[in-house]
């Protein structure tokens, strides 16, 4: 079997595609239009965008339109998508309460309140055993014990419980339980201390066992012994206050309980709407129904709940009962919303702040379950005072600031513990103050702002919309934080003199100067506003002697000091820095702020060199810990990496925050993002190091690295990379650079073993090699492939098992190998197929390898062969001192003979191998694959002839005669059998 001869110019080409020259890129935006048909249809030629042709200037929305569309967006939105979203942000609220206002594992309160709470408790658990147990008259009830807490508390057990339907006298099951309750008391009254988890775990019973009741059979029952007395109860809670930190875990899970009593109402008054007793449908009333479409039975059980809720003499019991049920209102008002003036005005009569804070609160909350219509009919109102939608909320702000201006006033605040003591009640209310802002300011438009905050208190009339008297700090705070930037930014001066005029306990001064700066970032302002304010802030954030203040203020304003290229401020912001840190550097919290305020300078700067120049950059950079300062370096050594860097002080300065990079990682973790992205960027900060003609001190400087980042294998095969560019690039120089060429070539030799994966070896092995071989030192060439050789074998593994994704990986490395060999000059000593021989001997001892990959690589191997058998190489390494097989051993007989030998044995192995593949697809495949290497490789014969026709057979016996793959193939065999003489 011999060789086909090929002319591989020839051949590309008669398979290249013609070539025509244009003076335009097709997809040049400057490029004429193209061509249409007459036919093509004109909306069809409109309707075409390319995006590669669109124009540099993209069409802006002004800020109108957005606010035309929030509008309309708010107003067209289903009433159920509006109560799902104030429930998803209720419920977020509540989480975020309990989670700040945490307490220890028990709460102490107060004496007189503590049994109530827990007679109420027991006596909603024994009330709905006795609903849940008694289907009928007569029957005995036996109420086990129910452990409150086994190690201190109170133990409740009822047994003999019978419950008569006769005539005679009866002590009803209730009083029974309560004169067992009331026994309790006397022999508990000194207990004041309940565990936090028996607290909370008893209201969340208490909640599902009303729901249980509220569903059960007798109904009527459930009503009269379970929800008219428990709720009552319930609402109770609230008014204890001593133990003021548990307080918000009280109002979350007490209000729970009052919203499932709300839900369950509602449901039920809108059944008796809608059907009869019966059981027959009355109607169904629509989403926005009115008075007039509500059934009398229905207004009647409705104005029945209110009545009992009216009778309740507790105030504050009796205000959380009614706005739990507030959204049934809708049935006896077309306007329910005007009960919401009436119900702010009875917290009025609340004497505790905490209570009454969050009393408001939960007002806040259940007016958002109103019908948004409701909303909007009282929103289109003339907005003066208090007469529009949000009139209720300003009232409740009002009466907190009366409240905070009381407290903050008293003349027991001088007392160190009674200051500390109101600051802490102060932090308690601040959760209510900021959900009713938030709620006031929600979906108000500009209009309404303005009047807003004229009812606030905060000016005299429209023109002026900041008055010039002080103001609550923590009111003002929260204020701020929900206006809109229009609004911020038209009076950002205005704001800033009444921060500065608010001077009290309530919230610190610093955080309102804070959050100005963040809420003028938000909109781009006048440039005298902008230099009014922050000439004002630095003269504000001089007097500052701590650290922590000065940084949290001017961390606020960096981004506006650079937005509008105040170049002097940022200077004189790190000098200050530096002066009021002294010996004691930065703390934790300074540390954030720190970090901030550089990140934020970073992010304005493009280059290095704009960094650097930055005065007393460096030392502040040294105040930061280790955490914060490997964000900054990465930061940095992101933006400098970005051009090349050619500047040695650069190069050093960046060396040495790689290098800090590097060490700050104590366990390398492939998987881990933060190391993966330290370890690109100190890869890429190395490839971008240029030191131009001076290619000695660019090595040294790998040879530095290397010490420096050798324990990751991204960085070390990058090292190789750069120090096989630097051997091409001193090659190309023209001038003879052998000794440095072997110089990078002993480099990378070095280098390459101490990289972890074997796959990654290979490639820098023969990448090495390619290097070798361009610059005319083969005896490198094959040092470095035998290198090669050697980790192929070391890739087996001890169980014989190996990932097919590293198998197919390992192929495509063989097959690499195989297009490297032929510029690979043979070894006259060893022979001229003593690589492809030593290849092939290492891949039939992989126990792993299957029939499917082993053929690929023979495969290779054959094409090897016959691309060395030749008059004429495809490609050469273009080094005039290396003499490839071509021009070493073409016309020396023994060497055609070497290459024939070698490819009839792998050629008769190819066969047995495709018969040995189990799966029958794949079989058919390899097939077709060995058969069109044949017909490339050999003449035409007999021999090749039998052999491609058996191949072909066994693929229509595995895939069909109608496979593409198969139909391609017989075609080539039938074109080479036509072309070819068969040799006899």
């Not at 040092?783 to 590293?806: I, N, R, V, Y």
């Amino acid at each position: 079997m011999a060789f086909r001869i090929r002319d591989y110019e020839a051949e590309e080409e008669a398979h290249s595609l013609p070539r025509l020259r244009t003076d335009f890129h097709p997809l040049a935006s400057s490029s004429p239009s193209p061509k249409v048909d007459d036919d093509v249809v004109e909306h069809e030629k409109s309707e075409f965008f390319d995006p590669l042709r669109r124009p540099e200037t993209t069409e802006m929305v002004s800020v109108e339109d957005l606010q035309e569309f929030d509008i309309a967006s708010v107003t067209k939105a289903s009433s159920s998508d509006g109560f799902q979203h104030a429930e998803r942000e209720w419920n977020l609220f509540k989480r975020l309460l309990m989670q700040r206002f945490s307490v220890s594992k028990t709460v102490s309160i107060s004496s007189h309140l503590d049994m109530s709470l827990w007679k109420a408790l027991g006596f909603i658990y024994l009330t709905v055993m006795t609903i849940s147990c008694c289907s009928t008259p007569g029957t005995f009830v036996f109420c086990l014990h129910h452990n409150f807490d086994s190690r201190a508390l109170l133990v409740v057990q009822r047994s003999d419980i019978i419950l008569k339907s006769g005539k005679g006298s009866e002590k009803s099951s209730t009083s029974m339980h309560l004169e067992d309750l009331d026994d309790l008391q006397k022999v508990s009254e000194d207990v004041k201390v309940i565990p936090k988890e028996e607290y909370i775990s008893r209201l969340h019973e208490l909640k599902d066992d009303i729901a249980r009741a509220w569903h059960a059979d007798d109904r009527v029952t459930s009503l009269k012994l379970s929800i008219k007395a428990i709720l009552r109860l319930v609402a109770r809670l609230l008014m204890d206050t001593t133990a003021s930190q548990f307080y918000p875990t009280v109002f979350v899970l007490a209000t729970d309980i009052l919203d499932t009593l709300g839900k369950m109402v509602w449901e039920r008054i809108k059944q008796k709407a809608e059907f009869q007793e019966d059981g027959s449908k009355l109607c169904s009333l629509p989403e926005r129904f009115k008075v007039a479409d509500v059934s009398s039975d229905a207004k009647e059980t409705c104005n029945n709940w209110f009545c009992k809720i009216g009778s309740v003499k507790e105030l504050l019991p009796r205000i959380y009962l009614e706005l739990a049920i507030l959204p049934c209102w809708r049935f006896l008002l077309d306007e329910p919303v005007d009960c919401l003036q009436r119900l702010v005005m009875m917290t009025r009569g609340i004497a505790d702040p905490l209570a009454s804070s969050y009393c408001c609160l939960y007002l806040a909350h259940c007016a958002q379950k109103l019908h948004p219509r409701d909303m909007v009919i009282c929103a289109n109102r003339e907005p003066f005072s208090t007469n529009f939608g949000a009139g209720y909320l300003i009232t409740c702000i009002n009466d907190i600031k009366t409240m905070l201006i009381r407290m903050i006033s008293s003349k027991e605040m001088t007392n160190g513990k009674v200051l500390e003591n109101k600051k802490l009640l102060i932090s308690l209310v601040e959760p209510a103050i900021e959900y009713i802002m938030k709620s006031l300011f929600e979906n108000a438009i500009q209009r309404q702002v303005s009047n807003i905050i004229l009812d606030l208190g905060l000016g005299g009339n429209p023109s002026v919309m900041f008055g010039k008297f002080p103001y609550i700090s923590i009111l003002l705070h929260h204020l701020l934080k929900q206006l809109p930037a229009e609004i911020v930014s038209s009076n950002a001066v205005a704001i800033l003199q009444l921060i500065e005029c608010s001077k009290d306990c309530s919230y610190d001064q610093h955080l309102n100067y804070r959050l100005l700066g963040f809420r003028l970032f938000e909109k781009s302002c006048q440039i005298d506003v902008v230099n009014a304010v922050v000439e004002k802030i630095m003269q504000v954030v001089t007097e500052y002697s701590g650290l922590n203040q000065y940084l949290m203020v001017v961390d606020a304003y960096v981004d506006i000091i650079i937005q509008n290229q105040m170049d002097s401020y940022p200077g004189k912001i790190l000098e200050d820095i530096l002066k009021r840190s002294g010996e004691k550097g930065a703390g934790e919290n300074e540390s954030a702020c720190l970090q901030s305020i550089l990140m934020k300078l970073l992010s304005h700067f493009n280059n290095l060199e704009s960094i650097l120049a930055l005065n007393h950059f460096l030392e502040v950079l040294d105040m930061l810990d280790a955490s914060p300062r490997g964000v900054v370096n990465t930061n940095i050594l992101s933006i400098a990496t970005r051009n090349y860097i050619c500047d040695p002080t650069a190069t050093q300065f960046l060396f040495e925050i790689s290098q800090s990079l590097h060490d700050g990682i104590e366990f390398p973790n492939v998987k881990d993002v933060d190391f993966q992205q330290q370890a690109r960027l100190i890869s890429r900060f190395v490839q971008m190091v240029d030191y131009g003609p001076e290619v000695e001190r660019h090595l040294t400087f790998l040879v530095d690295c290397r010490g420096a980042f050798g324990t990751t294998n991204e960085i070390k095969e990058t090292l190789v990379h750069s120090s096989n560019y630097l051997a091409i690039k001193a090659m190309r120089d023209g001038k003879k650079q052998t000794g440095f060429v072997k110089s990078c070539l002993a480099f990378s030799e070095v280098t390459i073993p101490s990289v972890s994966a074997s796959a990654k070896q290979l490639n820098l092995y023969l990448e090495t090699a390619e290097v070798a071989l361009l610059g005319g030192l083969v005896s490198h060439s094959y040092g470095l492939l035998d290198s090669a050789f050697s980790c192929l074998q070391s890739s087996d593994t001890p169980d014989g098992t190996k990932q097919s994704t590293d198998v197919e990986g390992l192929v495509l490395i063989l097959q690499k190998i195989c297009g490297l060999l032929v510029m690979v000059p043979g070894n006259p000593d060893l022979g001229s197929t003593y690589l492809p021989k030593a290849m092939i001997s290492i891949v039939s001892s992989y126990s792993w390898i299957t029939p499917k990959f082993k053929a690929r690589i023979l495969c290779a191997v054959v094409l090897l062969l016959a691309t060395l058998s030749q008059s004429r190489l495809p490609y050469c390494g273009n080094h005039p001192e290396v003499y490839t097989n071509d021009l070493l051993f073409f016309g020396d007989p023994s060497y055609c003979r070497e290459l024939e030998l070698l490819s009839n044995d792998i050629l008769q192995n190819l066969v047995n191998i495709v018969h040995q593949e189990p799966s029958q697809v794949t079989r058919g495949n390899m097939a077709l694959e060995t058969c069109n290497c044949i017909l490339s490789s050999y003449r035409s014969t007999h021999e090749i002839l039998a052999i491609c026709t058996k191949l072909t057979a066994t693929a229509k016996a595995c895939s069909g005669t109608n496979d593409n793959f198969l139909k391609a193939t017989i075609r080539s065999l039938d074109e080479h059998l036509s072309t070819s003489q068969v040799c006899m």
